[in-house]
């Protein structure tokens, strides 16, 4: 079937891993793509700035990239001929405990196992057959819901995935374990007692002894600039400066993928819609928000446990009780003593962050929905409560609150990162109950953010395979 000419075969509304991930799918597809993008530089929750003093760079939302690294469809594009570089901590992640100990994720399976001595046996037990299986399940894990490819495979990595982190932490017998697992599991910003909560930690620890945890060298930013330039380089265009409101903005295309949150799509488009879908729409639930803060350093965190010195990324929570506790406190709508803070300290393996001898660090914890209470004071105690003398170092910070959050990128509703709750309700069926989560009820209009499979987190997988949904529906013919 022959298409009638138009301005653009695709139009992409955002420019976010996701939005970018598309746009490269749809351009190496022979098509004509333009990206349109609401801010004065590309990247979405992909950027960096010097936002507390000169020569000191912060990575402004995500920091540590397991998921840009081990992403299916990133890993097929020549970034690093982009300019992108990779700097992998000896550690990825370390979890302290008021001991002065400390579990940590090593890239190897039994190094990180032998370390949690009683429970090493089990921790293979769980994580080997994984770490075997992902290459062959990470597309169909990272995806809609449909037939996988090796079904049983995804059956063995779903026994584990679609349970508790409560439930399948009590495997392990050791504290050290029982909390590195919980860590992992918290990235989900949902009370560890929800059934996809394991999915998240099996996820990020596997893709951690695969791929690892790594830092792009300079910022994230150079992941969103990478990904630009590869699609500029086979004939893209990107217009900045261009906040769409109005459909009545766009030029003409057979195809508008909207990198945005379902409450976005409904301002812009929402008139186009069946009322079934704007019901659906409507009842989106988004989740926890995040309060931040970043600093510019006098020297290196001061970590009593060694092994977080050598980490890319902390876990700050202690116990699994603390962090099951705090998260089940957050998402009841209060703000606990002792949150579960994730933390980076990138300048530590990345020199270009800091000024030589200064160092810079990263750190957030959930907060309820659209929250208003400063978090700074309760973040800065529980670092001191692991590296006594960390305050002394403090230069200068800046911090970003729920509203900033969504004020910077109005993809994070209430300051929530993850595009919306992923719980059960809403892990396939995001944003609404049809064949296709990427299909709106308006022809040629689709989805691609985070908000629909498999979530949140730099992986570009929302955007590829709302792009190859596309592609289908409409050029494949």
């Not at 510019?296 to 970590?303: E, H, N």
């Not at 609150?401 to 993850?418: L, T």
Request: proline residues 6%.
């Amino acid at each position: 079937m022959k298409l009638e000419k138009r301005d653009f075969d695709a139009i992409i509304v955002g420019s976010g891993p996701n939005g970018l991930a598309a746009a490269i799918f749809l351009q190496q597809n022979g098509l004509s793509v333009l990206i349109l993008e609401a801010k004065s530089e590309i990247g979405g929750g992909l950027r960096s700035a010097e936002l507390t003093l000169p020569g000191f760079t912060h990575d402004i939302c995500s920091a540590i990239h397991p998921l840009a690294v081990g992403s299916p469809f990133f890993q097929q594009l020549p970034l690093a001929n982009h300019g992108l570089e990779y700097i992998y901590p000896e550690i990825a992640a370390a979890h302290p405990f008021d001991n002065g100990t400390a579990a940590v994720l090593k890239q190897s399976v039994t190094e990180t196992a032998k370390l949690l001595g009683n429970d090493e046996q089990e921790y293979l037990k769980l994580i080997q057959p994984i770490v075997y299986d992902w290459p062959s399940i990470a597309a169909d894990v990272l995806g809609p819901l449909h037939y996988p490819k090796h079904p049983l495979a995804m059956a063995r990595f779903g026994l584990s995935a679609l349970t508790s982190a409560t439930h399948l932490s009590k495997r392990f017998k050791t504290e050290e374990a029982k909390a590195l697992f919980a860590g992992m599991a918290a990235h989900s910003m949902l009370p560890l007692s929800k059934i996809t909560t394991s999915a998240v930690a099996l996820v990020l620890m596997v893709n951690g002894h695969l791929k690892g945890w790594p830092i792009p060298k300079g910022g994230s930013n150079r992941i969103a600039n990478a990904l630009a330039s590869y699609f500029t380089s086979i004939g893209g265009k990107i217009e900045t400066n261009t906040y769409v409101k109005s459909l009545e903005q766009l030029p003409s295309s057979h195809a508008v993928l909207f990198d945005v949150s379902p409450k976005q799509l409904l301002q812009i488009a929402g008139h186009q819609f069946s009322s079934l879908y704007k019901w659906q729409l409507e009842r989106y639930r988004y989740g926890m928000g995040v309060f931040k803060v970043d600093w510019a350093l006098d020297g290196p965190i001061p970590f009593i446990a060694e092994e977080c010195k050598r980490a890319g990324t902390i876990h700050i929570g202690n116990t699994i009780s603390e962090i099951t506790n705090s998260e089940q406190q957050t998402w009841d709508g209060q703000h606990p003593e002792k949150p579960f803070v994730l933390l980076a300290q990138q300048s530590v393996f990345d020199s270009t962050r800091a000024p030589e001898g200064k160092h810079t660090a990263w750190a957030y914890c959930h907060v309820p929905n659209g929250s208003k209470v400063d978090m700074t004071a309760t973040i800065e105690n529980q670092i001191e409560r692991f590296a006594p003398g960390f305050k002394d170092l403090i230069l200068a910070k800046h911090t970003i609150s729920p509203a900033q959050m969504e004020e910077y990128n109005p993809n994070y509703i209430g300051g929530d990162i993850n595009g919306g709750v992923i719980d059960i309700g809403q892990l396939f069926t995001r944003p609404a109950l049809r064949w296709s989560p990427y299909k709106t009820s308006a022809k040629g209009m689709y989805i691609c953010s985070a908000s629909t499979p498999p979530g949140g987190g730099v992986h570009g997988m929302c955007g590829y395979n709302a792009a190859k949904r596309v592609f289908k529906d409409i050029f494949a013919g």
